[in-house]
């Protein structure tokens, strides 16, 4: 889901990149799968809890994305890339594939009958990246590639974390409070400053990253502390939102913007720490085929749910069935476009 450079400012290597990946987006199928099964149970059924807080727990993901994108892509800048080279790229590998699969997305839901052609859903597609629900995430990159250049500057200062950390709590709060008080956003998660935390901490680490393992080695303590304290603190208020329970609204935004940033910090800090082979080849596979699978595996759930309708009703096998094919579906076409040399049209990599 994020562009592939992986060479550090001295050229050495980053490790993990494709580990951190490949959690990240068996996350994101995590995600969606719960989140389709968790709509049809009862609220007061074990089940639905069962579903409902790991699916909160997996919130991190979209974060850990933006996180590695600001960081991958700030480091070039900071090394001296052209604009010119800078926009062209990021074009070829997020704007024209937002384009093709928005544009896929209305084509398969009219197909299903999920989409009528109203006009509106057209616009709003390309205008808010909801041709479906997945393809904000582009969106909101395209909006990233735009602001790196702008904060380049400040960071090419190298800030201290604690500076950092200050401007981040400030950004952020003007943000929730313009959009509570005035904006009244109607999609805020379609907007970059939604992710501010986020990017902010991608960025302070692209702007690190001639002393990176120091970085992550302190990061390994504080990242995990915040990500587990804020975790407890979201996962109590989200389900009081899920359950429609009387909630603290400005608190569950909060905990939800920490979680996200320092779960992704924790998740970045870490994943060049799994060492055992088998799942770490699983993982690198499924980072080095982000992109495919996070593009295709919410079409697969709607072929899946037209296909198993009443098959699979109520089989407690639906939840795991439903993630390895929405895993093992993406890798094989991803295996397809590769022989048939489509990949980068298809996909922007």
């Known amino acids: 889901m994020v562009m592939k450079t992986v060479g550090t400012s001295q050229g050495r290597k980053i490790s993990g990149l494709d580990v951190y990946r490949g959690i990240a987006i068996l996350a994101v199928v995590l995600i969606h799968v719960t989140g389709h099964f968790q709509k049809g149970l009862r609220q007061d059924a074990w089940q639905w809890y069962a579903l409902a807080v790991p699916n909160r727990a997996l919130q991190f993901a979209v974060p850990a994305f933006i996180l590695l994108s600001a960081f991958l892509n700030m480091r070039g800048l900071l090394r001296g890339n052209p604009l010119r080279d800078y926009f062209r790229k990021r074009a070829l590998r997020a704007l ?14 009219y197909r299903f009958a999920l989409w009528n052609a109203d006009p509106d859903k057209l616009v709003t597609a390309f205008t808010w990246g909801k041709g479906y629900y997945h393809l904000y995430f582009l969106f909101v990159v395209l909006q990233l590639y735009l602001l790196l250049p702008l904060c380049a500057p400040w960071f090419r200062t190298r800030p201290s974390l604690s500076a950092t950390l200050l401007v981040t709590a400030v950004v952020t709060a003007v943000v929730y409070l313009l959009n509570r008080w005035f904006l009244h956003m109607r999609y805020p998660g379609s907007v970059i400053f939604w992710y501010v935390p986020s990017v902010m901490m991608g960025i302070w680490l692209a702007s690190h990253s001639d002393r990176l393992e120091a970085v992550r080695e302190q990061a390994r303590l504080w990242g995990t ?61 499924l980072g080095a085929r982000s992109m495919q699978i996070y593009l295709i595996h919410p079409f697969v759930i709607v072929y899946l749910s037209h296909l198993f309708k009443s098959v699979l009703s109520g089989s407690e096998w639906r939840v795991p069935l439903y993630t390895v094919v929405c895993i093992l579906v993406p890798l094989g076409l991803a ?15």
């Open 225 to 285: 502390a915040a990500a587990l304290l804020s975790l407890l603190v979201f996962e109590v208020v989200a389900i009081q939102v899920l359950l429609k329970q009387p909630a603290n609204t400005a608190l569950y935004q909060f905990s939800n913007w920490i979680y996200g940033a320092a779960g992704s910090v924790a998740l970045f800090a870490w994943c060049d720490r799994i060492q055992v082979p088998r799942w770490k080849s699983v993982l690198e596979l």
């Open 96 to 109: 024209w594939p937002y384009l093709l699969w928005t544009l896929i997305a209305l084509l398969i839901q």
């Open 335 to 349: 295996w397809l476009a590769d022989r048939w040399r489509v990949s980068r049209p298809l996909f922007g990599a």
